[in-house]
């Protein structure tokens, strides 16, 4: 069964069509990337399955539930945690600060239980702290727990932002350009680490223009242009693709014109 | 961690006994009186530290609040409800404790009048739904409407308290009555008094801040800070910033009012002066000469420097002073007075530890 299912999904921003009847479905257990060059709808296409808005047309379903017009902490509830193409880090906080704040789904005390430190209060803190502590060894940076998440370098913001969305310990992970700024030893380190996740079952969804990463980890390939789906399938198909071929390289006929 | 924080509370309670004592002991007991109102006056600022500092959302409507709060303490408490004595719900009120028959100061009449503790739940409970009408509009946005609409807020509450003569007009309220607290302890400004209120306020003070410490150092807490930080990214974590939002400032105001029902029963009354758009904006200045996210700074600096705003140290240029530390504050000092300060400790003590490890490495 398909975890996540987009059904003609439609996004207009006043005149501009930025998504126009895409549909396409994520398996459970893989990953699915999205390519296409830049205006394509891959991020608005992120921002409608993470509920950042409503989309003006179609429908989303995740896990059998419907998701179309859902809030993003809504949508985040149900297991879908996303990284940011800019990262989106809460800067004077600490880095382990940051990782626990994905903890705040999987912990339930509520203000007046905070503000009196009752003893299961207080329990829940350490473990929370302990599971991000965790998290952050994960992504191999537990060293920098007390600093301050602004100090830290492009590279390492990027894998406290995936220590982030993996804290909230998600079904589906949206990772949205998660190579880009970083070199190439850190874009094959991201690599075995985006199999990882999946092999400990978490479904990846991801937006990346670095094309070698793309062929070489996922399992489909989506790929989008002007806002309407080009074609659809695994990498082998994706490469050899007449269409895909002409939109990253440009048709002879328009090279000639233009 | 369990000893340092237990020494901290050690330190706290003896810096304010010391106070006490060094101010009885100099003959100037009528110091305590400032003292207590500007510490009530702190806990409307600490209030405001934990949504400015920490949810990032401005409040130009505290003072309506505080005065919403002490209003509510001062009307429910002189209000002489006897015309109602007849009706069955009024001797059920007074079997509850509610409602309360006591002789008139002045020419010895019988009075019914609501116990302050049920004037203080009222005004609690009030302050709730009034916040909680105000901000839940606007704290769905993203921005600084909560600003604007608790300045909306402030400048009505203000001319309604001017304009209705059942709440005073520019009087006010006065000839408020003690609050026995229980356990012999009563908030009251009777003179003799004054070394037991200088004690109740520090303790509600120091209640309030360790309840806010507390909530900022949680999951709460951190989940306001990161709302603060990037409230899409807070949003995408799960965290209901809407509605994280409105508690803070719900509980924001609700401190406020509490603060307020506290200084009207020591004060014995209330005047409309203190919903002034003015005293809101003192109150923002105040949260930022604490240092914004620093709720002890808050605590400190806003007792010392509402004392002596009391004790009329700035005189007729009063307001213009908060206006002057705002700005001040503002473009020199965003993190407060304090760690500055605390820095340049930690430097010179770091510099004077230098020279002499440095001595010591020569020999």
Not at chain 1, 74 to 97: D, Y
Request: hydrophobic residues 50%.
């Amino acid at each position: 069964m398909a975890l996540l299912e987009a059904e003609n999904l439609c996004q207009r921003f006043g005149g501009l069509v930025a998504l126009d009847r895409v549909s396409f479905q994520v398996k459970e257990g893989c990953i699915k990337a999205i390519i296409g060059p830049n205006g394509a709808g891959k991020t608005t296409l992120f921002n409608l399955v993470s509920g950042i808005f409503p989309p003006t047309a179609g429908r989303i379903r995740f896990n059998g539930t419907e998701t179309t017009g859902l809030k993003p902490y809504q949508i985040a509830a149900l297991g879908v945690a996303r990284t940011f193409q800019n990262v989106s880090l809460f800067l004077h906080m600490t880095v382990l600060e940051n990782v626990m704040v994905g903890r705040h789904l999987r912990t339930r005390h509520g203000v007046l239980g905070c503000a009196l430190r009752w003893p299961g209060q207080r329990r829940e803190e350490r473990a929370l702290r302990e599971s991000a502590r965790a998290q952050l060894d994960g992504v191999g940076l537990a060293d920098r727990a007390g600093v301050p998440a602004g100090s830290l370098s492009f590279g390492q913001r990027r894998m406290i932002e995936l220590a982030r969305a993996l804290a909230t310990e998600p079904k589906l992970l949206l990772l949205d350009e998660p190579a880009s700024g970083l070199n190439m030893k850190e874009t094959d380190d991201l690599a075995g680490r985006i199999r990882e996740i999946r092999d400990r079952g978490v479904t990846v969804l991801l937006v990346e223009h670095d094309m070698s990463l793309v062929m070489d980890i996922s399992d489909d390939i989506l790929a989008l242009h002007f806002g309407t789906t080009i074609t659809e399938g695994p990498p082998a198909q994706i490469q050899n693709d007449p269409k895909v071929i002409a939109v990253y390289l440009g048709e002879h006929r328009h090279v000639a014109s233009g | 961690m369990k000893s340092r924080s237990a020494l901290q509370v050690l330190l706290v309670a003896a810096g304010v006994v010391l106070i006490q004592l060094g101010v009885s002991a100099a003959g100037k007991t009528y110091y305590l009186t400032q003292l207590t109102m500007a510490v009530y006056y702190a806990i409307v600022v600490m209030g405001l530290s934990l949504l400015m500092g920490y949810a990032g959302q401005v409040s130009l409507g505290h003072g309506a609040f505080f005065a919403l709060g002490g209003f509510l303490s001062a009307f429910l408490t002189t209000h002489n409800f006897a015309a109602l004595k007849s009706a069955a719900w009024a001797s059920t009120l007074q079997k509850l404790g509610v409602l309360a028959s006591r002789k008139n100061l002045y020419d010895g009449s019988e009075l019914l009048t609501v116990t302050p503790w049920a004037a203080f739940g009222a005004a609690m409970l009030l302050t709730l739904v009034v916040a909680t009408v105000i901000g839940y509009p606007s704290l769905r946005l993203k921005g600084h409407y909560l600003a604007m609409a608790t300045l909306g807020f402030g400048l009505i509450i203000y001319r309604i308290l001017l304009g209705t003569p059942q709440l005073g007009a520019a009087d006010g309220i006065t000839g408020v009555p003690a609050w026995s607290l229980g356990f012999g302890l009563s908030v009251s400004g009777k003179s003799a008094l004054r070394v037991q209120n200088y004690y109740i306020a520090c303790a509600v003070a120091l209640v309030v801040l360790a309840l806010l410490v507390n909530l900022v150092n949680s999951r709460i807490g951190r989940a306001l800070r990161a709302v603060h930080g990037g409230e899409l990214a807070a949003n995408t974590m799960g965290i209901n910033t809407a509605r994280l939002k409105l508690q803070a400032f719900v509980a924001s105001a609700v401190l406020a009012a509490a603060a307020g029902s506290f200084l009207t029963h020591f004060n014995e009354g209330i005047g409309p002066s203190e919903a002034s758009a003015l005293k809101s904006v003192r109150y923002v200045a105040l949260v930022a000469a604490g240092g914004m996210a620093n709720l002890p700074g808050a605590l400190i600096v806003s007792t010392l420097l509402t004392f002596l705003s009391l004790r009329g140290w700035f005189g007729t240029y009063d307001s213009a002073v908060f206006g002057l530390i705002l700005i001040v504050i503002v473009s020199l000092a965003p993190d407060g007075p304090l760690k500055p300060i605390g820095r340049w400790v930690q430097m010179w003590r770091g510099w004077l530890l230098g020279r002499k490890e440095a001595r010591h490495g020569a020999a």
